[in-house]
């Protein structure tokens, strides 16, 4: 699906979602206890994910996407309120408003899991990149080890280091303790 269409579609279900918000919120003004409360929770919920819909479709409407979004928008959804949108308020959509859901739920997922791994990405630029965030990491072994970990997972940057005698002695070292 083109950045456009994926636009379009989270455009489309959040205004779906906007006037639903507003029919939550009237129901909610004219029932009383449970029923109530259950109608407001819904419009929070709507409220939480208007607003990651809304980053995304602010990274993604010029054309490109650049995971500039706010992951906090994205996932800050309610985790209590999980069963609500499963059982209450996904029922209610017609077949047709459930496929645009699930189509953008879908993609506000792959969008947040992305958007993760780069921040994740830049701090790892950010880190390797300042001498004191070095020494920090040298200092501390379970960060060395979740990098050997990973380096030791892939062969080109292995490959990279073999040429090193410090690497060749730590290999041996490695070796004579086994």
């Known amino acids: 699906m083109s950045i456009t269409d994926q636009v379009r579609l989270m455009r489309s279900v959040m205004g779906r979602k ?3 918000l507003d029919e939550y919120n009237d129901k909610a003004a004219e ?3 449970d029923e109530a409360e259950r109608y407001l929770a819904m419009a ?16 993604l409407k010029d054309g490109s996407c650049d995971y500039t979004g706010s992951l906090y928008d994205i996932a800050s959804l309610p985790a209590e309120l999980l069963g609500l949108y499963q059982n209450f308020y996904i029922p209610s959509l017609s077949p047709e408003d459930r496929a645009d ?10 969008y947040a899991k992305d958007l ?5 990405a830049k701090i ?5 990149s300042s001498d004191l965030a070095l020494n920090l990491m040298m200092s501390d072994d379970g960060i060395l080890a979740a990098i050997g970990a990973i380096v030791a997972s892939n062969p080109e940057i292995l490959s990279a280091l073999s040429s090193s005698t410090f690497f060749n002695s730590v290999l041996d070292l490695h070796v004579c303790v086994i």
Do not use: H, Q
């Open 18 to 20: 906007i006037m639903e």
């Open 31 to 33: 029932a009383v206890g």
């Open 44 to 59: 929070d919920f709507l409220e939480n994910d208007i607003a990651g819909y809304k980053t995304i479709i602010e990274d």
């Open 101 to 110: 859901e699930n189509a953008a739920m879908e993609l506000k997922v792959s």
């Open 116 to 120: 993760a791994t780069s921040y994740a």
């Open 124 to 128: 790892g630029k950010a880190a390797l």
